[in-house]
C-alpha cells in the first residue's frame, strides 16, 4: 500500500517546487516507508510513497509509459492485473515491471476513463496524460482507499491523506465551521465535505478529470453506483422463477453455495502478495469465515491476531482461541490497557486527519502495529454487516417502518411531522428519535433511523444557537436526500443502501488511517464488487430472517464452523470506555481539556452541560453515566484535533509523530496452538 500527492498549476509556466513536493510526500511516510519518488515537469509535479507488497525490485512510482507522456502515482491493489497483463500483452503492449501499477498506464492508453470499471480492487491514483494536457484522479467503487483534494482557482493539490494536502504552501489550515454541526450531530460528514476549509474528499465510485489549461474548474464524475433495483415489496424480487424463492429452500441453497464460491475466489484474489498474509481474528463470523477460508491457502500456518483489554468485558479471546485451534493458526493476542489507549490518542488524531469516530481505532491501531513484524498484509471483514444486515438496527427498523405505515395510515400529515420534530428536542435516548423518525419514510428521516443519529445527550452539551432549532433535520435532508437517495427496493434494502455509502466509508476510513499508521496494507474479501454487486440484488428475506441477521452468510458456513460461534450475539469491538471515565486518567484528561478556557473559547460547547456530565459520570449511576460516555468523547476528540491538526500543539513539525508511538514491552503474545 503507498501515499500519493501531486500539485497541478493551472499556469503551465509554474514549475510545482520539489522541496514542496518532498514535505507533502514525507506526511505519508508510515503509508510507504520503503521508497519514494517525484516527477515534476512544467505546471505538474507528482509524488509517492511506496510500501511493498508485489513486485519488491520493481514498480518503483511515479510510473511511466514507453514515451513518457503518462506518468502515475498510484495506491491500491489490482487483484485481476494478471489477466489484464495477459490481455494488454496480447494488444502489443510491452512491460517493463512485475507489480499491478503498470498495467493502469497501459490501460488508460487503449480505454481511458472507462479502464475503470475492468479493474478488480482498491485503489485511488492520480494519472498526468501530457498528450492530452489532463489530469485523471479515481477512487475505487466502495472507497476502500482514500483520496482528497484542493482547488484554489489557480491549483489542484490532492493527497491520499489530507495532511499531505496541508504541507502544500498556501494552502489554509482553517476549520470547516459550517460541517462542524453536521459532524458533531452525526460524528461525521455525509459527502464530499471535510472538516477542513476547502479541502474535499474525491467520493467512491467518482473520478475527477481536469485540463489545467483549457479548463477554469475540474469535473466530477460518478463511474459506479450500487446497482438499481426496482422493487417495492419487502422480501419480493420478481427475478426469480417461482422454484428459486427463498420460501422452497431450494434458492436458498443455492445462493448460499454461489455465496460461498464468491467469497472464497475473493479471498483467494486477496491473499497474492510477495510479503507475508494474515487476518485479524476476532472471534466473531466475518473474521472466522476469512480466517477458514485462508487457512488451507497459504504456506505454513496463517497468521491470526486478536486484541483485548485487561477489562473482562473488553476482549473475545475465548473466541478466536477457538478458531485459531480449530483452523491450526499461528496466533498472537494483545492486551491494552487505559495507559496504552490514552497513550497513543494525541498521536492518532494526527494520523486519522479528523476527530477519530470510532474508539475502537486505537486498538485497531496496536493491533496493526505488532502485526508488523510478522505480516504486511492483512484480511479484515468490514462491509458484511451493511451487505447482509448484520445489525440490530436493521431488524429493529423493520419492525418500526411497519409500524409506521399503520400510523401514516391514521394520522394527519401535519401531527405525524409534528410528532417527528419533536423527538430530537425532548427524547434523550436515540431509541425515541428513531420511533418518531419511522413514522415518516423519507430519504432524511430514514437516515435519522441509522447508526448516524445525534445523540441527544451531546445535543444538550453544544452551546446555544450552534445548532438550529430543527436539530439533525436540515443536514439529514440536505446530506441524505441529495447525495444518499434511497434507489429502488425495499426498505431494509434502502437502509443497506444507506450504510454502504455513508456509514460503511468510515468504517473504511479508519481501517485504513489505523493499519496505515502502522505500515500495514488490509484488504477486505467481503467488498469485493462482483460479491457486492450480486448481494445488494438478493432479497431482503435471505439476509434477515426472523431475528437473525446475516441468515445467508451463516446458512454458508454451517459446516465449517461451530454452531454456538455462529449463531452467538454480535459484539462489535468492545472498548471499555465508560468504566475508564468513571474514573482514573482519562476522566481527568477529559476534564481538564474541555473544561480548559482555550476549549470553552471557541463556542462549541455548554459549560454547565460539561459539568453535568462529569457529574453524572462520578455520581456512579449507570443509566445517567452511560448517556454521558458518548458526548465526553466526541467534544474530546474535537478539542484534540483542533489542537493537534489546526493549531499544531501536539505536533509542529510536517513529520508523521510515529516515532512517538510505541508499543509497551510484553504488550503482545503469542497463543500456542
Known amino acids: 500500500?503507498?501515499?500519493?500527492?501531486?500539485?497541478?498549476?493551472?499556469?503551465?509556466?509554474?514549475?510545482?517546487?520539489?522541496?514542496?513536493?518532498?514535505?507533502m510526500a514525507g506526511t505519508l511516510s508510515h503509508r510507504g516507508p520503503d521508497a519514494q519518488g517525484i516527477h515534476i515537469e512544467s505546471g505538474v509535479g507528482l509524488a509517492h510513497r511506496r510500501l511493498i507488497v508485489i513486485d519488491p525490485r520493481g514498480s518503483?512510482?511515479?510510473?511511466?509509459?514507453?514515451?513518457?507522456?503518462?506518468?502515475?502515482?498510484?495506491?491500491?491493489?489490482?487483484y485481476n492485473y494478471r489477466e489484464l497483463r495477459r490481455e494488454l500483452v496480447g494488444r502489443g503492449h510491452t512491460f517493463r515491471t512485475r507489480g499491478d501499477s503498470e498495467i493502469l498506464v497501459h490501460l488508460w492508453e487503449d480505454e481511458g476513463p472507462a479502464m475503470l470499471s475492468r479493474l478488480n480492487g482498491m485503489f485511488a491514483f492520480a494519472l498526468w496524460d501530457r498528450s492530452k494536457q489532463m489530469v485523471f484522479l479515481a477512487r475505487d467503487r466502495l472507497g476502500i482507499k482514500p483520496l482528497y483534494w484542493f482547488f484554489d482557482g489557480n491549483r489542484l493539490v490532492f493527497g491520499s491523506e489530507i495532511k499531505a494536502i496541508l504541507a502544500a504552501s498556501s494552502v489554509p489550515r482553517e476549520v470547516n465551521r459550517e460541517a462542524l454541526p453536521q459532524h458533531l450531530l452525526f460524528n461525521t460528514l455525509y459527502g464530499e465535505e471535510t472538516?477542513?476549509?476547502?479541502?474535499r474528499e474525491l467520493l467512491p465510485g467518482h473520478h475527477l478529470m481536469f485540463r489545467p489549461w483549457r479548463e477554469s474548474q475540474p469535473r466530477l464524475?460518478?463511474?459506479?453506483?450500487?446497482?438499481?433495483?426496482g422493487l417495492d415489496a419487502i422480501g419480493e424480487d420478481p427475478t426469480e422463477t417461482p422454484e428459486e424463492t427463498p420460501r422452497t429452500g431450494q434458492g436458498e441453497e443455492k445462493a448460499a453455495e454461489a455465496f460461498r464460491s464468491l467469497l472464497g475466489a475473493s479471498v483467494e484474489r486477496r491473499l497474492v502478495a510477495d510479503v507475508p498474509v494474515g487476518v485479524f481474528l476476532s472471534g466473531g463470523l466475518d473474521s472466522s469465515i476469512l480466517t477458514a477460508l485462508a487457512a488451507d491457502k497459504v504456506s505454513g500456518p496463517l497468521q491470526t491476531f486478536s486484541i483485548g483489554f485487561d477489562e473482562e468485558e473488553g476482549n473475545e479471546f475465548s473466541w478466536s482461541r477457538r478458531v485459531a485451534k480449530q483452523f491450526r493458526t499461528d496466533h498472537h493476542e494483545i492486551t491494552l490497557n487505559e495507559d496504552d489507549f490514552l497513550g497513543a490518542l494525541p498521536a492518532l488524531i494526527w494520523h486519522n486527519d479528523e476527530p477519530i469516530k470510532h474508539n475502537n481505532s486505537i486498538p485497531l491501531y496496536f493491533l496493526s502495529r505488532e502485526t508488523k513484524s510478522r505480516a504486511t498484509v492483512i484480511l479484515t471483514g468490514e462491509g458484511s454487516d451493511e451487505l447482509f444486515l448484520g445489525y440490530r438496527k436493521y431488524r429493529l427498523g423493520l419492525i418500526l417502518s411497519r409500524i409506521g405505515a399503520v400510523y401514516r395510515s391514521l394520522l394527519p400529515a401535519r401531527l405525524g411531522k409534528s410528532i417527528v420534530e419533536m423527538g430530537p428536542r425532548f427524547s434523550r435516548r436515540k431509541w425515541a428519535t428513531r420511533f418518531v423518525a419511522k413514522l415518516n419514510d423519507s430519504p432524511a428521516l430514514l437516515a435519522a433511523s441509522s447508526s448516524a443519529v445525534m445523540d441527544r445527550c451531546l445535543l444538550e452539551g453544544l452551546a446555544p444557537g450552534l445548532v438550529s432549532n430543527e436539530g439533525a433535520q436540515p443536514y439529514l435532508s440536505s446530506a441524505f436526500s441529495q447525495g444518499f437517495p434511497g434507489g429502488g427496493g425495499d426498505f431494509l434494502r434502502r437502509y443497506s443502501r444507506m450504510d454502504l455509502k455513508a456509514y460503511l466509508v468510515s468504517l473504511l476510513t479508519k481501517q485504513d488511517r489505523m493499519s496505515m499508521a502502522a505500515s500495514i496494507e488490509s484488504r477486505v474479501p467481503f467488498l469485493d464488487h462482483e460479491l457486492v454487486e450480486w448481494a445488494y440484488r438478493l432479497p431482503s428475506s435471505l439476509k434477515l430472517r426472523g431475528t437473525h441477521g446475516k441468515w445467508l452468510v451463516k446458512k454458508a458456513v454451517e459446516n465449517l464452523l461451530p454452531a454456538d460461534l455462529i449463531h452467538r450475539r454480535k459484539l462489535g469491538f468492545p472498548v471499555p470506555v465508560y468504566g475508564w471515565l468513571t474514573k482514573g486518567a482519562f476522566r481527568e484528561l477529559a476534564k481538564s481539556v474541555l473544561?480548559?478556557?482555550?476549549?470553552?473559547?471557541?463556542?462549541?460547547?455548554?459549560?454547565?452541560?460539561?459539568e453535568t456530565y462529569f457529574e453524572d459520570l462520578e455520581s456512579g449511576v449507570y443509566g445517567r453515566g452511560v448517556d454521558a460516555t458518548y458526548p465526553i468523547w466526541t467534544l474530546l476528540n474535537l478539542e484534540l484535533?483542533?489542537?493537534?491538526?489546526?493549531?499544531?500543539?501536539?505536533f509542529d513539525s510536517?513529520?508523521?509523530?510515529?516515532?512517538?508511538?510505541s508499543v509497551p514491552d510484553g504488550l503482545s503474545r503469542t497463543y500456542s496452538t
Open 1 to 23: 500500500m503507498c501515499g500519493i500527492a501531486g500539485i497541478i498549476h493551472r499556469n503551465s509556466e509554474c514549475v510545482p517546487s520539489r522541496d514542496e513536493l518532498l514535505r
Open 60 to 78: 518503483s512510482q511515479p510510473l511511466t509509459n514507453e514515451e513518457e507522456t503518462i506518468h502515475l502515482t498510484y495506491n491500491g491493489e489490482i
Open 195 to 199: 472538516l477542513f476549509q476547502g479541502i
Open 221 to 229: 464524475k460518478r463511474w459506479w453506483d450500487l446497482p438499481e433495483i
Open 595 to 610: 473544561l480548559d478556557r482555550r476549549s470553552l473559547d471557541r463556542g462549541i460547547v455548554d459549560r454547565i452541560a460539561l
Open 641 to 650: 484535533w483542533w489542537r493537534t491538526c489546526i493549531e499544531g500543539t501536539s
Open 654 to 661: 510536517l513529520e508523521t509523530p510515529q516515532s512517538n508511538l
